[in-house]
């Protein structure tokens, strides 16, 4: 019994401590049916150091020849409410963190569920995707489902104007919520609503005079309707009324004050919608979606943390099976702005894609995708003039062949990838300045050696950019492998080395070699870490500079970590609480 009390006891310190900034970190994911499933009290934390040193022949004029971390952090656990503190220190600058306390319950009952504090609920994404401070309540039964709330969307910042640090201003913002639907997930239609307004007093009357006081009602429809069973259909409708500054003059007309306990039309205010909708097919084999969407110019709610607007778009998705093996996808979208003309051009952007996956034997699999972008500037209220008009295109093709062997012995895997992207200028006044082809392919062999537990993997790659007159090459040849040792495998060790060929045409020719091992020791809580690298380059140019040539670089770092429990108060099992009450 007296544990019982003590856990209720700590409990409710925990609740009265919130409010006043002086319980944990947040409790979003916390009901109180977990919080009282959770252990009183666990204390854990870490202590570490990462120590390096660099050099190089070239000097170290951008980067300091040693470097020291010193960190320590100790995370206070109660009742699943957990509590950082850091602390961190590198090369003379130091810093301190500890938990931003907030407050959130979420107490759920049957098909009920309460919110308290900092909280969240579920709305359309046309209207709302912030959090609140307040209080809600939520009831989600097999069909019916409804929910309200009210509650602060963000704080007031009313800093002196006089400190030249003085963070920008912004107002209280209040805001309450509805929501009601009916309906299950293949048939549904839900109501959302949203009134969010600036409190004016919340700010000085220096910055009122710099910063207009905003107000918004906003509603929005969503549903999906199920035609058949390989045929659906989905919605979603937003509709805004925004006013910049309420401190305007209202609007007089018959029609608009009928609202007026709604909303306040006035000469600052905006009514815009925005919306989507899209047709859904699924047959045995294949699939496709037709989607279209639409935001109108200035569609603004003081729900939405930002939004784009002023475009409409266009998407198909299809996707298709055939001979059990083959996987096929095409997708298509595209999107304009200037709905409203009003703009002096348009621009339309289309990106398509097409992929192909066939599984040719159980060793043998190919993969092969098309992708591309094309962006072209039209006229609006103004003519484009052709010399200037923009008109691009991006189009990659690539293949990825693998193979795969397995044996008592050894484990050997082959892939290869080959891609070809063009960006191109398609304006016949173009000097070609901006366009560049490049052509990429790689091969990779990996050897696994089971006896030894290790693998060993081999890589070549090579590039070549083509650019106005310019062309760079890059070829790359790495050999890498790692294992783990000691009896309880706390000794690893991995090793790779690289060899690398940088050109760019009639200008520089460099080669570089490069060598890395890193090694780690796990000893129960003490984690030892090791690493070097060493890079060697030079110029090849016959005309290079010599005090350039042989230039080296090396590094090598020493790292500790340990971590530790203070305190562990578990939770004892039900049987156990029993009897002992």
């Not at 947040?26 to 660099?54: C, H, M, V």
């Not at 350039?548 to 670089?553: D, H, L, Q, R, T």
Request: glycine share 8%; net charge positive; with cysteine.
């Amino acid at each position: 019994m007296i544990g019982k009390t003590l856990r209720a006891n700590i409990i409710y310190i925990m609740v009265l401590l919130c409010p006043l900034g002086m319980a944990a970190q947040s409790l979003t994911q916390n009901s109180i049916s977990t919080i009282a499933k959770s252990d009183p009290l666990i204390i854990t934390g870490a202590i570490g150091t990462q120590n390096t040193f660099y050099n190089s022949s070239a000097g170290n004029g951008y980067r300091s020849p040693w470097s020291n971390t010193l960190y320590a952090n100790l995370n206070i656990q109660l009742y699943g409410i957990s509590m950082p503190f850091a602390f961190y220190y590198s090369n003379n600058n130091s810093s301190f963190s500890f938990p931003h306390f907030s407050f959130h319950i979420d107490p759920t009952y049957k098909n009920w569920r309460g919110h308290l504090g900092r909280s969240s609920m579920g709305m359309s994404n046309y209207i709302m995707n912030m959090s609140f401070d307040g209080v809600g309540l939520e009831y989600n039964g097999q069909r019916l489902r409804f929910g309200a709330f009210y509650g602060e969307l963000r704080n007031a910042i009313n800093d002196d104007p006089t400190d030249p640090a003085a963070r920008a201003p912004q107002y209280r913002r209040m805001s309450w919520g509805l929501k009601v639907g009916y309906g299950t997930g293949e048939n549904y239609l839900d109501l959302y609503l949203l009134s969010a307004k600036d409190r004016q007093s919340s700010l000085s009357e220096y910055w009122q005079q710099k910063v207009s006081p905003q107000e918004n009602v906003a509603v929005a429809l969503k549903g999906r309707l199920g035609i058949t069973r390989w045929l659906s259909l989905r919605g979603n409708l937003g509709f805004s009324a925004f006013t910049h500054d309420y401190r305007a003059e209202r609007i007089k007309s018959p029609t608009l004050d009928r609202w007026d306990k709604i909303f306040e039309a006035r000469y600052s205010s905006l009514m815009r919608i925005a919306g989507d909708i899209s047709a859904n097919v699924r047959l045995k084999n294949f699939n496709t979606q037709i989607s279209y969407r639409m935001v109108q110019p200035d569609y603004t709610t003081l729900g939405l943390y930002y939004t784009s607007n002023n475009f409409q778009s266009l998407g198909i998705n299809m996707s298709t099976s055939l001979f059990k093996k083959l996987s096929l996808s095409v997708n298509f979208s595209g999107q304009e702005d200037n709905i409203t003309r009003n703009q002096l051009y348009t621009t339309r952007g289309f990106v398509y894609s097409a992929n192909a996956s066939l599984p040719v034997t159980d060793k043998l699999h190919v993969s092969a995708s098309y992708s591309g972008y094309r962006q072209v500037q039209g006229d609006g209220k103004a003519h484009v003039n052709d010399t200037i008009r923009i008109d691009r295109q991006m189009s990659s093709v690539t293949l990825m062949p693998s193979y795969s062997l397995t044996g008592d012995h050894y484990d050997h895997i082959f892939s290869l990838s080959a891609s070809y992207t063009e960006n191109k200028d398609l304006n016949k006044f173009d000097t070609g300045i901006s366009e560049v082809k490049t052509l990429a392919a790689g091969l990779s062999y990996s050897l696994g050696l089971k006896e030894w537990e290790m693998d060993v993997t081999t890589s070549l790659s090579h590039q070549q950019s083509k650019g106005y007159n310019s062309k760079y090459t890059s070829d790359v040849l790495s050999v890498s492998s790692g294992r783990s040792f000691l009896k309880e495998k706390n000794l690893s060790v991995s090793a790779g080395l690289s060899l690398c060929y940088n050109q760019v045409e009639n200008r520089q020719r460099m080669l570089s070699v490069a060598s890395d091992i890193t090694a780690g020791y796990t000893l129960k809580d003490h984690v030892f870490s090791l690493s070097a690298n060493f890079n060697k380059y030079s110029d090849t140019n016959l005309s290079a500079d010599m005090s350039s040539f042989g230039a080296s670089e090396f590094t090598i770092s020493l790292g500790y970590n340990y971590t530790f429990s203070l305190m562990e108060i578990k939770r004892k099992a039900e049987k156990k609480m029993k009897n002992e009450e």
